[in-house]
């Protein structure tokens, strides 16, 4: 059973900034689930798009895997197709506990458990790359050259997945942190946590991303998920 998120459980004078050390990874996954609204709704979808998207011998990236929540799924969804899933991350910690968690259960396909800059992975024959909340924490001048990049290394009829937070009114996000006291964050919990992603997570609004993606040159851009100021767009080449 995950360790309970109770990172900003106590008052700190000083906050820093968030980082995915080896506290966040000992918790991580209840952290999502109680953060992320409609995170396991999310996971059944990319899975659901990736039966209907990847191709047998082509490449799935999944970029800022985390603990692997992407690429274990794809896996388990499309069984033995001799897919080759890149599984990317630049926290050491992560890298290493889903290296742990991959030796335990079995593996239809190869997952290549990778630490590296997502900005820097060449990406190629990709029937699939999936992004789960992770564009929003690179520095947005890099956003849209990354955009461009998946669409290059995407094969035709090729999928991109892609999940982030998102600019929305004071309302929603007033509904958001709502949320999150229903999944038993404290006022101090929610306020300390927003205070340390100030400098490491900035979002940008859905009409920027729709204009990305347009411009990098994917021609069906669909919202096929949102909830409060969390949203998930397909692109297909």
Partial sequence: MAAKD??????????????????????????IKR?????????????????????PATAVYDLGASLGAVSLTVDQAIGAQKVEIYAVD?????????????????????????????????????????????????????????????????????????SEKVQSSDLMIDYYHGYKKINGYSDMEIAQKRQALEDSLKPDSLQIWQQRLAAAGFKQVEVWFKAFNFISIVAVK
């Fill in 90 to 162: 630049n926290s050491a910690p992560m890298i290493s506990t889903l290296q742990d968690n991959m030796s335990a259960i079995e593996i239809h396909n190869a997952i290549h458990a990778q630490l590296a800059d997502i900005s820097q992975v060449p990406i190629s024959n990709a029937s699939m790359v999936v992004s789960n909340f992770t564009l929003q924490f690179i520095p947005v001048k890099d956003r849209a050259v990354l955009c461009d990049k998946i669409y290059a290394g995407l094969n035709q009829g090729g999928v991109f997945v892609l």
């Fill in 35 to 55: 953060s992320v609204p409609g995170y396991d709704t999310i996971l059944k979808g990319i899975a659901m798009l990736a039966m209907k998207y990847v191709k």
């Fill in 6 to 31: 109770q990172i900003f459980a106590e008052s700190f004078s000083q906050i820093k900034a968030f980082e995915f050390d080896e506290k966040v990874v000992a918790v991580f996954p209840d952290m």
